[in-house]
Protein backbone atom coordinates (compact mmCIF):
# COMPACT_ATOMS: atom_id res chain seq x y z
CA UNK A 1 0.00 0.00 0.00
CA UNK A 2 2.92 2.59 0.62
CA UNK A 3 4.33 1.73 -2.74
CA UNK A 4 1.24 2.51 -3.87
CA UNK A 5 0.43 6.44 -2.61
CA UNK A 6 4.25 6.42 -3.42
CA UNK A 7 3.53 5.77 -7.14
CA UNK A 8 0.35 7.90 -7.21
CA UNK A 9 2.48 10.91 -5.19
CA UNK A 10 5.04 10.59 -8.34
CA UNK A 11 2.46 10.82 -11.22
CA UNK A 12 0.78 13.67 -9.45
CA UNK A 13 4.02 15.82 -8.76
CA UNK A 14 5.32 14.95 -12.47
CA UNK A 15 1.68 16.16 -14.09
CA UNK A 16 1.81 19.32 -12.02
CA UNK A 17 5.20 20.20 -12.92
CA UNK A 18 4.80 19.19 -16.53
CA UNK A 19 1.42 21.32 -16.38
CA UNK A 20 3.11 24.28 -15.23
CA UNK A 21 5.96 24.31 -18.13
CA UNK A 22 3.51 23.62 -20.61
CA UNK A 23 2.67 27.27 -19.95
CA UNK A 24 5.03 29.76 -18.83
CA UNK A 25 2.62 32.71 -20.48
CA UNK A 26 0.39 33.25 -18.23
CA UNK A 27 -0.14 36.12 -16.65
CA UNK A 28 -1.11 36.98 -12.46
CA UNK A 29 -4.53 38.17 -11.63
CA UNK A 30 -2.76 41.61 -10.68
CA UNK A 31 -0.64 41.81 -14.38
CA UNK A 32 -4.09 41.02 -16.25
CA UNK A 33 -5.48 43.89 -14.55
CA UNK A 34 -2.89 46.50 -15.33
CA UNK A 35 -2.47 45.48 -18.32
CA UNK A 36 -6.36 46.04 -18.91
CA UNK A 37 -6.20 49.37 -17.56
CA UNK A 38 -3.25 50.36 -19.06
CA UNK A 39 -4.80 49.06 -22.94
CA UNK A 40 -7.72 51.13 -21.96
CA UNK A 41 -5.49 54.36 -21.15
CA UNK A 42 -4.24 53.78 -24.51
CA UNK A 43 -7.53 53.59 -26.19
CA UNK A 44 -8.62 56.43 -24.52
CA UNK A 45 -4.95 58.53 -25.44
CA UNK A 46 -4.91 57.43 -28.60
CA UNK A 47 -8.03 56.74 -30.15
CA UNK A 48 -6.85 53.72 -32.02
CA UNK A 49 -10.52 51.97 -30.80
CA UNK A 50 -12.98 52.76 -28.01
CA UNK A 51 -12.40 51.13 -24.96
CA UNK A 52 -16.54 50.24 -24.96
CA UNK A 53 -16.47 48.74 -27.89
CA UNK A 54 -14.00 45.75 -27.85
CA UNK A 55 -13.27 42.30 -25.64
CA UNK A 56 -9.93 41.48 -24.51
CA UNK A 57 -9.58 37.70 -25.17
CA UNK A 58 -6.21 36.68 -24.33
CA UNK A 59 -3.68 38.22 -21.84
CA UNK A 60 -0.19 36.14 -22.33
CA UNK A 61 2.87 37.38 -20.24
CA UNK A 62 6.25 36.18 -20.50
CA UNK A 63 9.59 38.04 -18.97
CA UNK A 64 8.54 41.01 -18.78
CA UNK A 65 6.15 41.74 -21.80
CA UNK A 66 2.85 40.74 -22.68
CA UNK A 67 0.16 40.28 -25.70
CA UNK A 68 -3.33 40.58 -25.42
CA UNK A 69 -5.65 39.96 -28.41
CA UNK A 70 -8.20 42.54 -28.96
CA UNK A 71 -11.59 42.07 -30.48
CA UNK A 72 -14.08 44.03 -31.62
CA UNK A 73 -18.07 43.31 -30.43
CA UNK A 74 -19.08 43.83 -33.86
CA UNK A 75 -17.36 42.99 -36.87
CA UNK A 76 -16.32 45.71 -37.89
CA UNK A 77 -12.61 45.32 -37.83
CA UNK A 78 -10.33 42.04 -37.63
CA UNK A 79 -8.78 41.51 -34.22
CA UNK A 80 -6.01 43.24 -33.10
CA UNK A 81 -2.59 42.07 -31.12
CA UNK A 82 -1.64 44.18 -28.73
CA UNK A 83 2.44 43.99 -27.43
CA UNK A 84 3.49 45.68 -23.80
CA UNK A 85 6.10 46.30 -21.86
CA UNK A 86 6.57 46.34 -17.79
CA UNK A 87 8.82 49.57 -17.75
CA UNK A 88 9.11 50.85 -13.91
CA UNK A 89 6.43 48.29 -12.59
CA UNK A 90 3.79 49.43 -15.01
CA UNK A 91 2.63 48.03 -18.77
CA UNK A 92 2.71 50.06 -21.61
CA UNK A 93 1.59 49.89 -24.81
CA UNK A 94 4.69 49.04 -27.31
CA UNK A 95 2.88 48.44 -30.16
CA UNK A 96 -1.13 47.77 -31.51
CA UNK A 97 -1.47 46.43 -34.64
CA UNK A 98 -2.56 43.06 -37.32
CA UNK A 99 0.72 43.54 -38.93
CA UNK A 100 4.22 44.05 -37.21
CA UNK A 101 7.84 44.28 -39.08
CA UNK A 102 10.54 41.61 -38.05
CA UNK A 103 12.41 44.24 -36.60
CA UNK A 104 10.08 45.27 -34.05
CA UNK A 105 8.73 41.06 -33.66
CA UNK A 106 12.77 40.51 -32.60
CA UNK A 107 12.63 42.48 -29.51
CA UNK A 108 9.41 40.18 -28.41
CA UNK A 109 10.52 37.16 -26.29
CA UNK A 110 9.38 33.83 -29.18
CA UNK A 111 6.78 32.54 -26.52
CA UNK A 112 4.52 35.60 -27.43
CA UNK A 113 4.84 35.82 -30.68
Given at each position: ??????????????????????????????????????????????????????????????????????????PIVEDATVYL??????????NWGTDFDSNF?????????
Amino acid sequence: MRYLYLFFTIIIFTFLNQAYAFDKTTCTQADKNEIEHSMKGYMSKTGVQDYNKVVILSKRCFNGYAQAIVHPKTPIVEDATVYLKKINGHWQVLNWGTDFDSNFLAKIPKELR
